[in-house]
């Protein structure tokens, strides 16, 4: 490469003595450099008597030749250092459904700018299927809800807080309570709409405990993938519903939200990964930043 080098700044500057100083080295071992170059390739490459008087055409040929190698080597340096510091690469991110509702978009569109050659990809899953997704090599990151079971090779960063609340369809008969008088005990009759626990026995089991302090078991009308589609069920009647404060703007023109003063209503999101690449590293550092 360098020597390379040496010969393009000669063959522009048709001068030894001027490339010798814009190279910042004496002008001997240059021209020796470029004669060993010629010896090395077999052809004369600068017409040359007393001083230079132009390239041939194999020094013309080569001349674009050495141009190009010298600059896919430092595309080479540049894109091999910016993969080991993160700058690029692609990083498939999971989040549960009300992530989005917090701060989970304002982190990504400052990932985003911060590393814009990284190609962030975003499924929403709850978090059984993210660790499972993080296991099978199909995710790289997730954010998820703890806790987590039998998940010792999974790491997590501390990411965001929320809390639960009762959402009722806006025509139910108790959604005319105000806001702080509804309690969930008020609730102990009323057919619940929840999600299957393999998908986040952690928050399920949340759900049920805060139930159980109030006095009851919740009845389950329906389960549904999801906490829009959760919802959704709310929203149109099928039961009531336990669900993170964050997404208390969904559908307001149809639920009605109510917050649950209880300690137990509280919890965390993390950012979980395994075996993270430099990107999902860079990823890791922008989350916790945030913080």
């Not at 540049?78 to 989970?104: F, H, I, N, Q």
């Not at 993170?244 to 149809?254: A, C, H, L, Y």
Request: net charge neutral; charged share 20%; aromatic share 6%.
């Amino acid at each position: 490469m360098r020597t390379l080098e040496q010969f393009v700044v000669v063959a522009e500057e048709l001068h030894f003595h001027r490339a010798a100083a814009r190279l910042n080295m004496s002008q001997p071992p240059l021209t020796h450099a470029i004669r060993k170059l010629e010896d090395e390739l077999g052809v004369i490459l600068i017409k040359r008597d007393k001083r230079v008087l132009g390239l041939t055409d194999a020094g013309r040929t080569f001349l674009e030749q050495a141009r190009e190698t010298l600059r896919q080597a430092e595309q080479a340096v540049t894109a091999t250092r910016d993969v080991a510091a993160g700058r690029t690469g692609v990083v498939r991110l999971g989040y549960v459904g009300s992530a989005l509702y917090g701060r989970l978009p304002t982190v990504i569109r400052q990932f985003r700018s911060t590393y814009p050659k990284v190609r962030l990809e975003l499924r929403e899953a709850t978090t059984a299927a993210q660790i499972a997704a993080l296991r099978d090599g199909e995710l790289d990151a997730g954010v998820l809800i703890p806790p987590l079971t039998n998940a010792q090779d999974i790491a997590v960063t501390p990411f965001d807080h929320d809390r639960l609340c009762l959402a009722l369809s806006r025509d139910h008969p108790l959604s005319g309570h105000s806001a702080l008088a509804l309690a969930l005990a008020e609730l102990a009759d009323e057919p619940f709409v929840l999600w299957p626990s393999v998908e986040g026995s952690g928050f399920y089991l949340r759900v049920v405990r805060l139930c159980a302090d109030a006095g009851f078991v919740p009845r389950v009308a329906q389960e549904a993938h999801g906490m829009h589609a959760v919802l959704s069920l709310v929203a149109v009647g099928v039961g009531v519903a336990i669900v993170p404060e964050s997404m208390k703007g969904f559908r307001e023109d149809w639920i009605r939200y109510h917050p649950l003063p209880a300690p137990g209503a509280a919890f965390e999101l993390v950012l979980a990964t395994r075996d993270p690449s430099p990107p999902v590293r860079a990823l890791v550092r922008s989350f916790g930043a945030s913080g």
